[in-house]
């Protein structure tokens, strides 16, 4: 089972994910690629 703390970190994970692949669809997609690598 998962404890809080790695809950936590694996929710906030995925809440980058989506805000990243949000801006990259609705800003500039060769930026976020640069900030990833």
Do not use: D, E, G, R
């Not at 809080?4 to 929710?11: G, I, P, V």
């Amino acid at each position: 089972m998962l404890n809080l703390t790695n809950l936590t970190s694996y929710n906030s994970y995925k809440i980058m994910l989506i805000i990243i692949h949000n801006f990259a669809f609705f800003n500039q997609p060769k930026l976020i690629l640069l900030q990833i690598n």
